[in-house]
Each structure stands twice: as structure tokens, then as C-alpha cells.
């Protein structure tokens, strides 16, 4: 790509006289500002300079290979300290946001992301076709992005509104976009899913450890330079325990324990997955071997969401699996039983939640979760008058201040994703935000019911979709965003797996539908 050529106006000797004084002037002004205003305002002085460093990268020039390796490492470095690292534990500098280290691997991720498009035609062909796969996703996707930023019109706090939609663009935006590259080559999403499982099993380790002392093991060692004085930190570094009881709820690398539970729930069936697929039996007995040990991690921290979020991981891969073992050894029952006892074995198990007091008590509660299961409904019954007056939301970031509810202690909190949506961006905030997800689910249940490559990769759309299901009924009573950005990964997997099975399919893929149909219907009738 080579530089555009200066305008003649733009090469005139006297336009130059002009400029150059209107720069120093403007220089001028910016930095009395700046000194003037700062520490209490700071960030919307980074706007000049990152429209100029967005400028400086559009005019790069073709080189045609850009920083793949650098954005491949930042996307890995990216995941494992998204999990495995309290995001609380930062460097807060006056009038700037929480200085994290997913920010410092995010802000190179999205750098680099940005120059390979830039500079390499190769890189941007590849993302082109990966989109082209799953058009309605990334439409969706820049959809949402749109109402973020005009959402900032209706915020009464112009600058916490501005923070986070600039963190929403580094932790989900450019996440999906770099995903749909990244799983590209053969053997990520594999290992994806191996860090996955490696890194729920140190976070339970981490929860045992917590639940034994009474408090995160870091709490009270941490340096100075990373102790954030804010009352949200200093309320997880303390701990919690359920209202009018004594237990302790563990929380691991996150900030509260809900958000523990639902990261256990989302990688779960993928563990389920490696302990049925993988080819070395060492590795699916340590996978099974595995599964009690979440569960009892998820019970360790007292939220039922995450143990709802197992249940539809266990009773969807059940199913899964048996579809997929009739439609490959048609002639084996094992399939077909499955298949066509599954009504009845996932009606036992609903009544097992509701029937059985040990699974009732963990999955329902008993009793212990009444006050938030009351402030739920406070919530909703507060939220409802105020979305029907502004059904185009409030303004992102404004959802729990337009709420307006607060804990006994005093705390603003509010604690569904789904109000929070309808609160920020408005109805057709909501629609679109979970349109993405229908759309991912969809295209990977597509791809799923077409499978016929050899690629094992390929068998991953069962997980995935599992654990996109568990997040948008966990998101019902949990509002914070801590697992968004693997969600976003997900999302960016699945396009990149449905480009890589269109790309090597052999044969039409509508058949294979019809005949699992037809077999359904004769074994059914024999």
C-alpha cells in the first residue's frame, strides 16, 4: 500500500506559514489543559493522540506480513491472565483507569491486530473470508458497538460511560477479531481447550486454599503499588459468606464468588468433552477424574448458577453425544437408546432438582438464598418503569446508578445481565447483544449436525455450544462481566471453525440431515 500523494493545496509554501502556527497554538492550549485539569481529568486528552496513532497505522505500508507473532503471543497472554491473575490486583493512577494486566496484554493484542490489518493484504484476506462464513455475526457485532457509543449521549457520567466502552472495545471487540484468526491454524482450539481445563483446575486449587484460611490467599501480602483502595476491592479481600449463615464463599481469581461459579460452568463442557474424545486415555481418565472436583469447587462457592450452568453442559452433551454416535455407527443401539430414552432420562432429572432435597437444596437453595432471591425481585420491579420511559437506555456503564439499588450495607450493585443491557443500550441493545450469541449457537449447531471431516477440532461446536447456552441463562442473575471476553474467544472460534469445515467439506452437507432423520423415524416405527 503505497502513501497517498499531498494534495497541491497542501504543497504550497504559504498553506505551511499557516499550519505550523495553528500547531504551536493548538499545542499550546492542549498542554495548559492538560496541566489545569489533571489528575482530576485526564482521559479525554488521550483522544488526540490516539486518533493520530490510529491515523499513523492506516497509513502504514504494505509490507505483507504484519505482527502475527506478537498478536498470536498477546492473544495467549491475554487468556491465561484473564483467568488465572485477579483483575482487582492493579496500579490505579489518578484520573486513569484501573492499570490491569489483561489491559496490558489486551492494549498490544489490539495494536497488533490493528497493523496486520493495516499492512497485510494475506491477513486481511484470511479475516475476510472467516467473516464471510458467518456474515450476520460480525454485522451484529459492529451493530452493538454502534448503540455502545451512542449510549454515550445519554450518560450522565460522560467519562466512567467513555472508560468503559474504550475497555469493551479492547476485551470483547477486538478479542472476536483476533480469534477468528487465531483458531485458524489446526491444533489452537485444541489447546485452547486444554488451557481451559488446566487453568479451572488451578482456580480450584486457589478456592480450596481460600476456603480453608477464610479469606484469598493474597489478601493482606499484596504490594503496595497494587493495593487499589476501592470499596468494591477491599470488600473481595475480605470474603464473603451467605446472608444469616457462617459459610464461607470461596472466590478464587475473581472478585466475587459468582464469578468464580460461572467460569467453572463455562469450561465444564469442555472438560466433558476431553474426557470423551481425546485420544490419549490418560489424559480422558484425568479429564473425568476432574469433573467432581469442579463441581465440588462450584459448591464451595455457594453459587447456584454455576451448578444450573453444569446441568445443561451435562444433559446437552448427553444428547449430543448420542446423536453423533447413531449418525456414525448406525448399527449400534448404544445411539439410538440414548436418543430415544432422552425424554425421559432429562424428566427424571428435572425432578430430581426439584424433588430430591440434597440436589434441590444446592441447584433451587434452601432457604438460606431468600434475600437474594427478594432483591431480584426489587430489581426487576424497580427496572421495569424506568426501561419503559427510556427504551433506549441510559448510557453504558449506567445501569446499576439508574437502578438506584442498594445492599443493606449500602453497596449500588445490581445483579442481572439482562437488566443491565435493557438499563445501558435499551431493548435493541438487548436483541442485538443476544442475537450474537443465537447466531454463534446456530451457526455451530449448522456445522455440527454437517460434521463430516476428519479434523477432531471440528467436534469442539458440541462444547461450545454448550457453554454459550449456560452463559446466557447464568447472565440471568449474575450482571457482572467477568467471563465476557472468553465468551467473545467463543464466538470467534466457532466462525473460524465453521470457515476452516466449509473450506475441507466433502460432498453437500444436507444429506447427512435427512438421513439422520429418516433413521430416527424408522427405528422409532420399528
Known amino acids: 500500500m503505497s502513501l497517498p500523494v499531498p494534495p497541491a493545496f497542501f504543497r504550497r509554501r504559504s498553506v505551511w506559514w499557516l499550519f505550523v502556527p495553528i500547531l504551536v497554538f493548538s499545542s499550546l492550549i492542549y498542554g495548559y489543559l492538560f496541566a489545569t485539569n489533571a489528575p482530576n481529568i485526564i482521559l479525554p486528552f488521550f483522544i488526540p493522540p490516539v486518533v493520530l ?22 492473544f495467549v497472554a491475554y487468556f491465561v491472565t484473564l483467568i488465572i491473575w485477579p483483575n482487582y490486583l492493579a496500579v490505579a493512577l489518578p484520573g486513569l483507569p484501573w492499570i490491569t494486566v489483561t489491559r496490558l496484554t489486551g492494549f498490544p493484542l489490539t495494536i497488533a491486530l490493528l497493523i496486520c490489518v493495516s499492512v497485510s493484504s494475506e491477513f ?30 445519554f450518560s450522565n457520567n460522560f467519562t466512567a460511560s467513555a472508560q468503559k466502552f474504550v475497555a469493551a472495545q479492547f476485551n470483547w471487540t477486538a478479542i472476536f477479531f483476533a480469534s477468528c484468526y487465531y483458531f485458524l491454524k489446526p491444533g489452537r482450539a485444541i489447546f485452547w481447550s486444554h488451557l481451559l481445563w488446566f487453568m479451572a483446575l488451578f482456580v480450584t486449587v486457589i478456592a480450596m486454599w481460600e476456603s480453608s484460611i477464610g479469606h484469598p490467599p493474597w489478601a493482606g501480602h499484596i504490594p503496595s503499588f497494587l493495593a487499589i483502595q476501592d470499596e468494591s476491592v477491599l470488600r473481595g479481600l475480605k470474603g464473603g459468606m451467605r446472608s444469616y449463615t457462617t459459610k464461607y464463599r470461596a472466590q478464587g481469581t475473581f472478585g466475587v464468588s459468582l464469578g468464580l461459579s460461572e467460569y467453572i460452568a463455562l469450561a465444564f463442557p469442555f472438560v466433558i468433552h476431553i474426557a470423551t474424545s ?34 445443561i453442559s ?83 456503564s449506567m445501569s446499576a446508578v439508574t437502578l438506584g439499588f442498594r445492599e443493606p450495607d449500602g453497596l449500588l450493585t445490581i445483579d442481572s445481565y439482562y437488566l443491565s443491557l435493557l438499563l445501558e443500550y435499551g431493548i435493541i441493545g438487548l436483541v442485538i ?77 444436507k444429506p447427512h440431515l435427512r438421513v439422520l432423520r429418516s433413521e430416527i423415524i424408522n427405528r422409532t416405527a420399528a
Open 124 to 153: 486481511r484476506a484470511k479475516l475476510k473470508d472467516v467473516l464471510g462464513t458467518s456474515p450476520w455475526l460480525w454485522k451484529f457485532l459492529l451493530a452493538f458497538v454502534a448503540i455502545q457509543f451512542l449510549s454515550l449521549a
Open 433 to 509: 447483544f443476544y442475537g450474537m450469541f443465537a447466531l454463534s449457537i446456530y451457526q455451530a449447531g449448522k456445522c455440527w449436525l454437517n460434521y463430516n471431516s476428519t479434523e477432531k477440532e471440528l467436534t469442539l461446536f458440541v462444547p461450545l455450544i454448550l457453554s454459550l447456552l449456560a452463559f446466557c441463562v447464568m447472565k440471568a442473575v449474575f450482571s457482572q462481566e467477568d467471563s465476557h471476553a472468553l465468551v467473545f474467544m467463543m464466538m470467534g472460534m466457532i466462525a473460524a471453525l465453521a470457515f476452516r469445515q466449509n473450506k475441507f467439506r466433502l460432498g453437500s452437507p
Open 278 to 311: 481425546d485420544d490419549r486415555m490418560k489424559v480422558r481418565i484425568a479429564a473425568a477424574a476432574s469433573l467432581p472436583i469442579l463441581l465440588y469447587t462450584i459448591t464451595l462457592s455457594g453459587a447456584r448458577l454455576g451448578l444450573v450452568g453444569c446441568l
Open 53 to 74: 496513532a490510529g491515523l499513523v497505522i492506516w497509513a502504514l505500508p504494505e509490507t505483507g506480513q504484519g505482527p502475527i507473532r506478537l498478536l498470536n503471543a498477546c
Open 314 to 396: 451435562s444433559l446437552g452433551y448427553g444428547l449430543a453425544w448420542g446423536i453423533d454416535r447413531w449418525r456414525r455407527q448406525p448399527n449400534s443401539l448404544i445411539g439410538p437408546a440414548l436418543v430415544l430414552s432422552y425424554p425421559m432420562f432429562f424428566a427424571a432429572s428435572i425432578g430430581a432438582v426439584f424433588f430430591v432435597g440434597r440436589i434441590r437444596n444446592l441447584v433451587v437453595g434452601d432457604g438460606s438464598q431468600q434475600a437474594s432471591n427478594d432483591a431480584r425481585l426489587t430489581q426487576l420491579t424497580m427496572a421495569i418503569p424506568k426501561i419503559i420511559s427510556h427504551p433506549w437506555g441510559y448510557g453504558i
